[in-house]
Nanobody, 119 residues
Framework: QVQLVESGGGLVQAGGSLRLSCAAS????????MGWFRQAPGKAREFVARIRRSDGNTLYSDSVKGRFTISRDNAKNTVYLQMNSLKPEDTAVYYC????????????WGQGTQVTVSS
């Protein structure tokens, strides 16, 4: 069992930056591939980024590539999403998720943190 808690969301102007954090507890942090998803009002939840457990490889959706950076600090059991050059269309609830070792799916999810980008 693992619990994920996101923080760092808030209100920002277009072009601004935010850094989201996701603290994991339970199973050792190094045992998880970690990802970020988001859901805007009236839209389906979409993939944003992930960082692979095995080698730290990162993957981003085309919509955020070059603007967002996912990273992790295993010693702190925390994954981050640095969001730069924010756009109004980035407005969404952002969710942290974890893939346990041996799984192909994001089995654990945080409660979400709101990011609102004004124009």
């Amino acid at each position: 069992q693992v619990q994920l808690v996101e923080s760092g969301g808030g209100l920002v102007q277009a072009g601004g930056s935010l850094r989201l954090s996701c603290a994991a507890s339970g199973r050792t942090f190094s045992g998880y591939t970690m990802g970020w998803f988001r859901q805007a009002p009236g839209k389906a939840r979409e993939f944003v980024a992930r960082i692979r457990r095995s080698d730290g490889n990162t993957l981003y959706s085309d919509s955020v590539k070059g603007r967002f950076t996912i990273s992790r600090d295993n010693a702190k059991n925390t994954v981050y999403l640095q969001m730069n050059s924010l756009k109004p269309e980035d407005t969404a609830v952002y969710y942290c998720a974890a893939v346990p070792t041996g799984s192909n799916s994001f089995d654990y999810w945080g409660q979400g943190t709101q990011v609102t980008v004004s124009s």
